[in-house]
């Protein structure tokens, strides 16, 4: 929950360690997009919950989001640590794989 603390902490860390390492580690290119491809997707989703607080939803949406990213960041680094790229859910593809 970097994001708290560190505006676009969620997003910094994994887009560093992605820029380094992406052309010495294919495995980490692929799962440093999908990362980015969430994390970017899911503040997009914040914004639009901020928003939606106007009408009162949006605290609630804001909660879930919350859960969301720990729970699928908690799922996509046991299956990165077994050698698996996780696919994200709920994701917008902002990075294309490479070709």
Known sequence: MAWVY???GSILGPFIVWLMKRDE???V???GRNCINFKISLMIYMMISAVLM???IGFLLIGVLAIV???????AAMKASEGVSYKYPMTIKFLKPRS
Do not use: N, R
């Not at 990213?69 to 799922?75: A, E, G, K, L, N």
């Open 29 to 31: 290119d692929e799962c």
């Open 69 to 75: 990213d720990i729970v699928f960041t908690i799922i």
């Open 25 to 27: 580690m294919p495995f």
């Open 54 to 56: 106007l009408v009162g």
């Open 6 to 8: 560190i505006p676009f």
